[in-house]
């Protein structure tokens, strides 16, 4: 079981070009400087942009495909996204915010809220569900967004960025917090970041981006111990 | 010198010259409305039946075509906003032209593309047996081609500043995008979105010249507030005066409690 | 193709006056400011031109629209050097203000016609054929001199007719009836006139029609008065009186 994705996307005067493959239960860093094409490769995943050739196909499903025009929309491919700061929305109280893709797919508020229990408790987001996103703290607004995408079981999940804008005191137990949280989602998990210590300490492998090219795929030890 | 005096901030007095006469051109029209109005003779013009008629004819046209420019204008501004085709900035531009336009050209446009001859007006009279000019459904028309302009760059303003990562995730969530549009998006824009309805409520209360040429100016069935005021002018100016001072009031009043109710704690919107 | 027409009608006027104004630019000019009813606005320009002709350095300007609108424009002071209303009742209004210099001339008449569409389509032949309420049928406000007029007509008739707008000036109802958006109107024999075939008239028995007069008169805060009477003069001498007749208008 695979995620491969082998594609061009072009955006004005940058091109992305890759050709990477991901194994489920594996979580994968994905490092690089500013306008490396970090976040679009995510969004190329997630269907939210097309690519220009190539392909994207998760366990033999095809996801889009350049030649033959096939695209899934978003909607359709199940991959769950987590942004920085979590971007919850800010009209609506927690637990609104997690159920919005049981509600998306015409499930009952009722329902659906007995339907979330279960991850709410394991999250430890009990407590806060009426609250509304801006009485959040960053940590706990990040974990809501990781519940929200959980809540549809999708077989991928993507974080953008998710520990940046945090403080530094806090990161360290948010880093702490954050493997355990991964830890329990056993699909493909990837994840964007400039941080290196937090790609040392999450990845089981990292990739490195630069212009739109991979210059760096290795097992974080191997990472590690490479020569700066 | 070695001053440690704190500078209270003052004031550049040019400035607040400038901005004080500004302030007295507007003010000073209203009171010289107050100064002639025949206070005696009010309440005995307000309750006369035309004017009753053209308060009623004005609110009701003007609630309509706030709800007509709501359901067309809101996805136009989406659409303007989003999407990237070809002769969007063609319709901006038409958006802006029919704002600056003199409403009176407006409705000859109208009438000649909606009248009896017009453009579409023939087929739909000979075809349905629609005819537009001298109804209520007219001045309805008159009134949405000046103030929906309002209302769709209010709302693509705000469109354009919100952070399309939302949507993003409401679209990996499983939302269609009617659903997220519903849910996500529109709730978002409140605050814009209400700036834009009111404004766009406010021009057509205030729509005179595209409703007289088009519409037609008949008590009861087109003869709106602005069109009755003009009407009385020649026959009693005492209530010209007064049914001015009526739609001043009512919309400096719904201005101020919208404010207060919907625009009231956001920075978001028109600064009403 | 009817629309630039009826267009045409309206703008005419305006295209004048526009012209009148651009060329007069080579010495010192005086402005001689001609406050008159919109039905005058072609003899008025006209007879503006043959003035400006004979008067060099002078520049006719005309505002022209619906009497009462002029009147009241007059009344708030506006720099008018001459009034021509289409009716007494507007001129006497400026006169009770003591705002006019000398008591005003009748220097032309008029009378009333149904305007309809070209080729009369609906083929309305009669004040009695106007009650049909089918029929789009608009006039203005009582206090323009034709709505007021057109009231007058009905009542000698002893009909009634409910109108389905009423419209700002006499220009506005010829636009709608030679657009074909409404029916028929009515108007002065002028209009007809100088719409030159883009509408029919019908006339009106002169049991039930009216004699409109047309007064003129020089305002009293005109810094112009000596122009001014020349410019009555001129309307008043047989030039000026071809012209008037030319476009419709009765002498005296």
Known sequence: MTLDTRFTLSRGTFTLDVNLSFNEGEVVAIMGPNGSGKSTFLHAIAGLLPVTSGMVVLNGETFDDATTEAFLEPTQRNVGIVFQGGLLFETMNVLENIVFGLRARKIKQSIAAAQAEPLISQFGLSGLLERQPRELSGGQAQRVAITRALITQPKVLLLDEPMSGLDTSTRQLVREDFREVLASFAGYRILVTHDVEDALAIADRIIELDHGKVVWNGSTSDYRNKPR | ?272 | MFGRRAFAVVLAPIAFFTACTSDSNTQETTTLNVYAASSLATPFELAGLAFEKAHPGVNVQFNLGASSDLARFVEEGAPADIFASADIANMDKVESEELLDTPPIIFATNYLEIVVEKGNPLNILSLQDLTNSDLIFITTNPDVPIGRYTTEVFKKAGITIAPDSFENNVKSIMLKVAGGEADAGIVYHSEVVAADGEVDGVEIPSDFNILAEYPIGIISTSDNKELARGFIDFLLSPDGRAILSQHGFGLL
């Not at chain 2, 949405?144 to 399309?164: G, I, K, Y």
């Not at chain 2, 007064?242 to 400096?252: E, G, P, T, W």
């Open chain 2, 1 to 272: 010198m070695s001053q440690v005096r704190r500078h209270r901030q003052k004031l550049p007095w040019q400035i607040i010259l400038i901005a004080s006469i500004a302030v007295a051109f507007f003010l000073s029209p209203f009171i010289g409305l107050l100064w002639r109005t025949p206070w005696s003779k009010f309440t005995d013009i307000v309750t006369r039946r035309e004017i009753r008629d053209a308060l009623w004819l004005s609110v009701q046209t003007s609630l309509i075509t706030s709800i007509v420019c709501f359901v067309f204008g809101v996805p136009l501004a989406w659409l303007l906003a989003r999407v990237d085709f070809r002769g969007r900035r063609f319709i901006r531009a038409l958006m802006t032209l029919s704002m600056v336009l003199p409403p009176v050209i407006g409705g000859i446009a109208l009438l000649f593309t909606f009248g009896r001859r017009g453009l579409i007006g023939q087929y739909l009279d000979s075809w349905f047996g629609i005819r537009l000019p001298f109804t209520t459904t007219a001045v309805v028309m008159a009134q949405c081609f000046v103030a929906m302009p309002f209302l769709v760059l209010t709302v693509e303003a705000a469109l354009r500043q919100l952070d399309t990562r939302f949507e993003d995730v409401a679209r990996t969530l499983g939302g269609s995008r009617w659903y997220v549009f519903r849910r996500v998006t529109l709730p978002s824009i409140k605050p814009s979105l209400f700036a834009g309805l009111v404004l766009a409520w406010a021009r057509a209360l205030g729509e005179f010249g595209a409703t007289i040429t088009f519409a037609g100016n008949l008590p009861g069935t087109t003869q709106t507030m602005p069109l009755a005021t003009y009407a009385a002018l020649d026959s009693n100016p005492e209530s010209a005066l007064i049914l001015s001072l009526l739609m001043i009031a009512i919309a400096f009043s719904i201005l101020i409690a919208l404010r207060d109710r919907w625009l009231g704690r956001t920075e978001q919107g028109l600064p009403l």
